[in-house]
């Protein structure tokens, strides 16, 4: 199978390393209040995905390249939740080999599913893209001549600049989703997605620990390592899964039936 290449990390103290993750408490002495009770390495589906792309003001057609994750998409029922599956930043990393073995875990989604998920996010940014546009015109139109001599003189009125700030609130929603499917998908906020394909399966190594308080509260912390040179820089890759047990029951339930005992 083809693995994304890790970074270079010292996995032979890792309980070490892990135990410095668990959360501290007081002012002062910053004693430990969680212990590291489980960690595994495993390897996790991601599935390669590439758009097609246009751009209006340019008239260019091109493609662009993220990685989707495949075990937790059809899990994840939320718009802007699934922001969380993507990984934009794994497209050009180099693949190695790797042995089929007892850690390669997780849940492979069928084409259809995964499909349904790419498609979801292409439908959602073209209806904003189009509420985009309509509102662009009105707010141009409303700062029309920002720097007059008339609006240097005289203040603009009160109705106007309300009218201004309830359009901008009302794009709020949907500008903001323009963005952060550009994030993901490794394009510009002017480009058009126009259809997208679903590539080769590709794992990403990844090290999951649990953490437990004295009142038996447990903690999934997930670590993501390609490219990452050290224990920081893979946890801050692993918190959009991180982030996705926190807030979906059914991806912390996925991830926690890597380790036993279960928490």
Known sequence: MKVLKAGRLDMDTLGNRLNRYAKSGGFLSKKPIETLIDYRVVYRPFRRVTIETESSAANEHRQVQTLIDEEMAPLVADQDHRMLLWRPRYYDIDTVEHDDTEDTKGFIASDAELQQVVDDMLARRCACQALDEEYRPKLKRLQADPLSALSIVLP???????????LIDERKESHAYILASSLITNSSPQDILVSSTLGERVFVETLIACY???????????????????????????????????????????????LSPEP
């Open 156 to 166: 603009r009125r009160v109705g106007s600049l309300k009218r201004e700030q309830t």
């Open 212 to 258: 437990e308080t004295a009142e038996t509260l447990k903690r999934l912390l997930v670590f993501e390592t390609p490219n990452a040179s050290s224990f920081d820089e893979s946890m801050k890759a692993g918190k959009a899964l991180t982030r996705l047990c926190d807030i979906c029951n059914e991806c912390r339930e996925r991830v926690a039936g890597v």
